[in-house]
Each structure stands twice: as C-alpha cells, then as structure tokens.
C-alpha cells in the first residue's frame, strides 16, 4: 500500500517562518531574506516526507499567512481598496491579511473565521459586484516546479472550486452561481497547467463537502467538476475531504470523473458504513483517512488494520492517509526533552504521524500483519493501563444535579440589582483582558521558569506590571479594568498549568493564525483545582483602584477545546471536570470582593459539529450546561462576564443567551458588525458588547470610525444594553497602538454619552 498526506505544518519546527516573517513586518529583513526562509522550509519538509516513504508528497500546502487567502490572490479576488493601494503583491498580500494604515490608505484587514471545527482561522474571500475571477497567479506552479527541481515529483494541494464559493464573502449581487462558469474556467487552466508541468496527480481540498448540502449544493459540486475535469489531461485528480463523512454527496462524488477520493474514517462516522453500503468505484483510488491529524495521540494499528480489513473486502486500490492536514498538530516529539518517556511513547506529532504511516505501509505488506515488530510493539502500548483516576473527581461530577446548573435569580432581577450595585455610565467603556505582551514580559516568564528569577522577584515583577497597566487604564478613562495578564502565558495554557490533569510541553506549536502560534496542553487524566489560580493578582490589582477589577478566567468549553482531549472518555465528561474546577475559583474571586468576574469562552463554536442535526446532541447539551456550572453558585451582585471571537454565532445565538451571562463581549469589528442584526431580531436580553475595532491589524481606529460604529449598534441595541470594547485580548498588539486605540475608544463613547446630556 502506498501513503500520503494532505498537507504538513508550515511554521518550520521551532517557529522559523513566524520569526522572520514577523522580521519582514517589521522592516527588519527583506523579501529576499523571507523567501529564502520559506524556500528552506518547504525542502525540509518535503525531505522529512521522503526519508519516511511518503509516496503522494503535497506542495503548495506552504503559505505565508493562510491558503484560503493564497487561493482569493491566486484567483484574482482582490478586493479594489486593497489593489488601490498601489503595493507590492507581498505587501497587498500581508495588508488583506493584517489591514494597512500609512499616509497612502488605511483599509481594515479581511474577515477571519474558523477553519470548521479546528482553532486554524482562515481568511475569507470577499467578492463584490465587480469581481472577476481568473487565473493570475503562479504560487502553485511555482513551488511544484521548485520541488522537482530537488528530483521531488510533488502533488500540488488546491483549495477546491466548491469550498472556495460556500466559504467566500459575497457582497455584491454576485452569487457562486453566477461565478461557476469563471471558477470553472480558472481551475481548469490550473489543471492545464499542471499537465503541461508533468504533475502525476492533484489535490483539490473539498471540506466545504462533509456540511450539510442542499439539492442545489450538489447540483452547483456536480457541475463545477464535470466541466473542470475536461481538462485534466494525463493528470489524475484527487477529490479531498476531510473533518467528517459526505453522507449528503458521496453517490454523485463517487460519480464525477475523479482519479481518486479521499475520506476521513477518524471524525467521518458515517464514512465506512457509506463505503460499504454503496460500494466504491473501481477506476478510482481510495485515499483513506485513518491516522488522525488532530489530535496527538498515537494510532492504535490494531483498529486501523480492523478499518482497512473492512475496506478490503472490495477489493479497493487504496492509499493510507492522514484525516485531515498534519496542520493542526505540533511538529515533531523530537523537541520535547523534558517529558519523560512515560508520556512521549504515546504520542505521536506531525513527523511522528509519518512514521506510522511507514510502520502501516510495512505491516499491510506482510503475511503476517500481527507478527510484526512494528504491530507488536504498538500493540502492547495500547494492552497496557496508563491512567490512573480521580476517583473524588469522578464522584463529583457523577455527583450533579439539575440544580447545579441554574443560577438565582433569574436575569431580569439579577441585571435591576445590579445597575444599583454598579452605578455604571451608560456605554461602559473595558477591554477584553490581556494587555501587551512586551519582550519584557515574556524575559520575566522565561528567566522564572528557568530559574533566574526567584519566586519573589517574578511575583514582584508582575505585580509592578499590573500597577502600570492600572495606572495606565485610569488615566485612558476606562470604566471597568483589567490587571493586564501579565502571568500568563496564554489564555488555556496558563489555567492547565494550575490544574491537575494536563500534561505540557516545551516546543510543541501549532498555528491558529497567520504568525499566531498556540501550544496546546495535553489533558492526561481527571482534572481538578488543588489551590487558587488567580485570586492574588486579581485582588492585589482591585487594591490599586476604586473602579472595578474584572476577575479574567478561561472557561470550561474553552479549556477543552484548545487541549488536546483524552480519547477514553466523553467531551462532556471532561468539561464538567474542568468546570467543577473553574467554579471553585469563581468562587474563590467573588468571597475576595470581586464583584466581576469574566469566564472567557472564545472557542465555544469551535467543536459545533458541522452537521445541524448533532448540534444539540452532540455538543451545545453539554457545552451550554457546562458553563452554566461555572457561575450557577455566585450571588445576584456579582457580574458574570463572557468572551467569544472568530466564529459564525448567529445560528446558536439563542443557545447563548441561554449561557445566563450577564454581559457578553463579540468578535464584531471583522464581520462589519452583522452580529447585531441577529441580536436585535432574536431579542438578545444579555448585556453585550460587540468589539468596536479589530485587534488582530497593527492599524488604530480613529474616533470618528468607532463613533460610527458605536451609532450602528445603538441603532439595534438598547443603549443601557451596550459596552464599548475592542474585539479581542490586546496581548499581540504593541504599547503604542494600543494606548493610541484606547484613548481613541474612551473618547468616542464619551462624546456619545455627552451628546445625550
């Protein structure tokens, strides 16, 4: 059997490509000295693919910032304020991705969306009235052919003509139909291109197919690739999915005139019953989909052969795959030296995910599959017990009640009582909670955790940190403050690091947005709280001032979401585990005197099926309920705060409200502020603010922009109702910007509330 994967990490293993790319931003190095990063990244790459025995290596799975936004550039869907600018294709490339603000334009970046249930975000296509897709581009062709000149025969990677269409942005009276007979025309000069180069076989990414699908869906699918695939030539095409089954598509996909057909047998539940109920054509070969690629645990060949067995009673061609891109994983264990072997050898990362594929292609190879050293060895791995449980942990959850998960009194009496308590201005101006992360900040962490810095002398420097960014949040204006975060490494990864139950590593990154990286934990065994994780901070830095200080926690859903979970019991039991434990710190917050408290759940969406019928079943049953549990025991005084960004809320916005927060701050700014359509129309009764400018670009919003946007909210929001914040945490943004936008924002609601004197 041969193997292959559908698109490696890009980074580089310790962040190469963040580093200097965020250098070439900076005007520290030049374009030059960028490509030639990247250039040397692809090659190492490629060649970790090689010396594993990859057959179907991918190309053109490397990006700069994000392949969604490579494929719009790629297509000529340039929006005409970006092309107006007069730049560079690099710099007009980085200013769609980041926003652009100088003497010559100020434009605001493209929106940014989760990449369906993963904590990737891509960047949407916006096409307006005026667009005009064509072939311009070259990037595809151009790192194929610098594979094969290393003697590398490469499978160039597309995102797909459907997934292109369903995800893009339409603000025109343009509609994906209309624009079918430009993609087809595009694609299939892609195809030609391609054939005239010598590529064997390409890959055209069709997640967009495992989502529920309409009659028109694939009436639209079928007709792209029916008149795309006229012009494949001696080129064979692969048809990709990944990130579920294709139960509304498969007979028509099975149909279209593909060379092959990828499919997920890890999170495609109906996928192997598909396969066998319908049968797979023989002219085409079966990419399979059996090693995960989101998750970090080791295959249990045992199961996968089981999978393979099944599918080999057809007497299929087939290829052994990954499930979805090794994107979503860290690169290799190689770099985790201070884990011990007891938990490496369960893991498997991107470089390793390779080797199983080998360890696979050897054991499908022989007679004798169980008697394999590879097979052996992996299976006494998954024979031995390895967790040990908390059987207090376990208890406690068992242990829950409806009542557990309803908080008194209800909304309406809670937000009376506490309009008296807090006597807020209308428009209460905040931030989301963490400030500049300064290289000064991050050399505190660093030397404490190395051992340079005493205990004392960090706490001392956090506590001098959070004095200046109270003193600093007084001066702006602001009404209800924060203490800055200045502890925290990141929003999830500081909590698993006060909990019991996670695992943690040194180097283990994954990219969650263009040069955004995340080290994800790892949730090991039962979790709980054994002491306070923020109660000193918060309450050293409510000692500072007399306006209110925001407890900042992460919440529940959040904390799972972006860890990687255990694979022996279900989300929801996890979540509950973590929310008993964040529910002892809120607690712990409020007997402190803090009247405030915000449970972040930015990744709520993230992990929605994709399908509309496992929504509630699958997910928001527990989810909903599990963040409930954190907050049901404060009292009606104490204000319970949310956080959500990135994600498509309008079709759960009820689920929600049903969260019972008291206030709930929105990613809006990129999205052109549409969720307040939705909360108008659904009567949205939490307090809510929807980010007024967009953290994520470089670039400060002025008064009279935030003004604006402040006027379009108060048109569909109550103005007692409204809150006034950025989009986002201020961690990745500088000083400089960031006390510029401030000050901008607080002067903007000001003006406001005086005009209604």
């Not at 293993?13 to 965020?22: H, P, V, Y």
């Not at 008296?420 to 900040?441: K, M």
Request: hydrophobic letters at 40%.
């Amino acid at each position: 059997m041969q193997t292959a994967i559908i698109g490696y990490p890009r980074v580089g293993t310790l962040r190469e490509l963040k580093f200097a790319t965020e250098k070439y931003l900076e005007g520290v190095l030049s374009k030059a000295e960028l490509q030639d990063t990247a250039a040397l990244l692809r090659k190492t790459h490629w060649q970790n693919q090689i010396e594993n025995g990859i057959d179907y290596i991918p190309s053109n799975d490397f990006s700069f910032y994000d392949n969604m936004l490579d494929t719009a550039v790629l297509l000529n869907v340039v929006p005409q304020r970006y092309s107006d600018l007069r730049l560079d294709p690099l710099a007009e490339y980085f200013a769609m991705a980041r926003g652009y603000q100088s003497a010559s334009g100020d434009v605001k970046a493209l929106a940014m969306k989760k990449w369906f249930n993963t904590n990737y975000h891509y960047l949407v296509p916006e096409i307006d009235g005026r667009a005009e897709i064509s072939l311009v581009g070259t990037k595809p062709f151009d790192e194929f052919s610098e594979a094969k000149k290393l003697g590398i025969v490469t499978k160039p990677v597309l995102i797909g003509a459907f997934t292109f269409l369903k995800l893009a942005k339409f603000t025109g009276h343009k509609t994906p139909v209309d624009l079918a007979p430009d993609i087809i025309r595009a694609y299939a000069k892609i195809l030609k291109k391609f054939n005239d180069l010598g590529a064997e076989w390409i890959q055209f990414d069709e997640p967009a197919l495992v989502m529920d699908l309409s009659a028109d869906d694939i009436a639209l699918l079928n007709r792209i690739y029916r008149e795309i695939l006229l012009a494949k030539g001696g080129t064979r095409v692969l048809l990709q999915t990944y990130f579920g089954d294709i139960r509304d598509c498969y007979q028509e996909a099975a149909l279209l005139p593909f060379d092959g057909i990828g499919l997920d047998f890890i999170e495609g539940k109906n996928t192997l019953e598909l396969v066998k109920q319908f049968g797979f054509p023989s002219d085409k070969t079966l990419f399979a989909g059996v090693i995960n690629g989101k998750n970090i645990w080791r295959n249990n060949y045992g199961q996968t052969l089981r999978i393979l067995d099944e599918l080999g009673k057809s007497g299929l061609h087939m290829v052994l795959s990954t499930s979805c891109s090794l994107l979503h994983v860290p690169y290799t264990i190689k770099n985790e030296t201070s884990l011990a072997d007891e938990y490496k050898k369960y893991f498997s990362f991107a470089e390793e995910k390779l080797a199983e594929l080998a360890d696979l292609k050897k054991i499908t190879a022989s007679n004798n599959p169980a008697g394999t050293p590879e097979y052996i060895i992996n299976s006494r791995l998954f024979n031995a017990s390895r967790f040990c449980p908390d059987t207090s942990v376990q208890a406690a959850v068992a242990a829950l009640a409806p009542e557990d998960f309803i908080r008194h009194p209800q909304f309406y009496e809670r937000e009376k009582i506490q309009k008296a308590v807090f006597d807020l201005p209308l428009l209460p101006t905040t931030t989301i909670g963490s400030f500049p992360q300064t290289a000064e900040v991050k050399a505190n962490r660093s030397q404490f955790k190395n051992g340079k810095k005493t205990v004392k002398q960090y706490i001392e420097f956090n506590k001098k940190k959070i004095a200046e960014c109270v003193a600093l949040q007084e001066k702006i204006g602001l009404d209800v403050l924060v203490h800055g975060e200045f502890e925290r490494n990141d929003m999830v990864e500081y909590f698993g690091e006060c909990l019991e139950g996670f695992l943690f590593t040194e180097r283990a990154w994954v990219q969650s947005y263009g040069t955004r990286c995340v080290k994800p934990p790892i949730i090991w065994g039962d979790i709980s709280r054994s002491q306070p994780m923020t109660v000193d901070y918060i309450v050293y830095a409510q000692s500072l001032t007399k306006k209110y200080m925001k407890g900042m926690l992460t919440g529940p859903v959040t904390i799972l979401n972006w860890s990687f979970p255990r694979e022996d019991i279900s989300w929801q039991e996890c979540a509950f585990q973590i929310a008993l434990a964040i529910r002892e710190e809120v607690l712990d917050l409020e007997a402190n005197g803090i009247k405030i408290i915000q449970i972040d759940e930015a990744a709520l969406r993230e992990k929605l099926p994709l399908r509309k019928s496992d929504w509630h079943s699958e997910y928001l049953d527990w989810a909903i309920p599990a963040f409930r549990l954190v907050h049901s025991g404060v009292k009606a005084q104490t204000q319970i705060h949310t956080h959500m960004c990135y994600s498509e809320f309008s079709d759960i916005i009820k689920d929600i409200d049903a969260m019972d927060a008291d206030v709930i701050t929105f990613e809006a700014s990129r999205s052109d502020l549409a969720i307040i359509d939705v909360l108008h129309q659904c009567g949205f009764k939490t307090e809510v603010g929807p980010g007024v400018y967009d953290i994520h670009s470089p670039r400060i919003p002025g008064v009279a922009e935030i003004k604006a946007a402040l006027f379009k909210m108060l048109e569909k929001i109550p103005q007692e109702k409204l809150w006034v914040n950025p989009d986002c945490g201020l961690k990745t943004r500088g000083n400089a910007e960031t006390v510029a936008s401030l000050e901008n924002l607080v002067d903007a609601a000001q003006a406001i509330r005086r005009s209604w004197q």
